[in-house]
């Protein structure tokens, strides 16, 4: 099963920048989409924004779309996540994700695997 580590959380002023990344170890075959989700305190974990490893096709919540840009490293097997121009309601833990299915879900249940998440709080 593939293990996944994020990183790049942080504390960020509203407006600003962040860069979070995601590192895919032991990845087979049947790990097809990488994604990103969020859970806020209190909230259902959301999607976020999705990657295949093949090819340039890219899927984003519509709450991000032109601010969020996912990319990835087939080298480096990682993923990252580009966030700029934050606002509060971006705070949350985000997570990566591993999936199989061979086309773009926002449904956490079509992802088997999970990193431990990283916090991004911002602040107003």
């Known amino acids: 099963q593939v293990q996944l580590v994020e990183s790049g959380g942080g504390l960020v002023q509203a407006g600003g920048s962040l860069r979070l990344s995601c590192a895919a170890s032991?990845?087979?075959?049947?790990?097809?989409?990488m994604g990103w989700f969020r859970q806020a305190p209190g909230k259902e974990r959301e999607f976020v924004a999705a990657?295949?490893?093949?090819?340039?096709?890219?899927y984003y919540a519509d709450s991000v779309k032109g601010r969020f840009t996912i990319s990835r490293d087939n080298v480096k097997n990682t993923v990252y996540l580009q966030m700029k121009t934050l606002k509060p309601e971006d705070t949350a833990v985000y997570y990566c994700?591993?999936?199989?299915?061979?086309?773009?879900?926002?449904?956490?249940?079509?992802?088997?695997?999970w990193g431990q998440g990283t916090q991004v709080t911002v602040s107003s």
């Open positions: 994700a591993s999936g199989g299915r061979p086309y773009f879900t926002a449904a956490a249940a079509d992802f088997g695997s």
């Open positions: 032991g990845r087979t075959f049947s790990d097809l989409v």
């Open positions: 990657i295949k490893w093949i090819g340039s096709s890219t």
